[in-house]
Structure formats: structure tokens, C-alpha cells
């Protein structure tokens, strides 16, 4: 359950930056980067709270 909500508030903390870094960045390149990197994060948050889901 605690790692529950500490990938919750990983994904809250993490939202906004990602927002924020394709705001600042205005290049195709750039832009692509930063969604993959922020969707890569997030599939491994996902699979790290299963793991954890399974353990309990």
C-alpha cells in the first residue's frame, strides 16, 4: 500500500515536469524525447507498483 501511493504522487510530482519541459522545449526533437522518456518513466512506475501488489 505505501508504494501505492508513493508512485501516485510520483506520477503527480511527474505530470506537471513533463508539462513544463515541453512547454520550454519547442522542437519537434525535443518534444519527442521528453513525451518517450516521460512514458518509458511511467510504464516502469506501473510495473513497479504490480510487482509490489503481488508481493502483498
Not at 525535443?30 to 506501473?46: E, G
Request: a positive charge.
Amino acid at each position: 500500500m505505501i508504494a501505492l501511493k508513493g508512485s501516485i504522487f510520483a506520477l503527480i510530482f511527474f505530470i506537471p515536469v513533463c508539462t513544463l519541459l515541453l512547454l520550454r522545449f519547442k522542437g519537434e526533437w525535443a518534444q519527442f524525447i521528453i513525451i518517450s522518456t516521460c512514458v518509458f518513466v511511467a510504464l516502469h512506475i506501473r510495473d513497479y507498483v504490480n510487482k509490489n501488489k503481488e508481493k502483498e
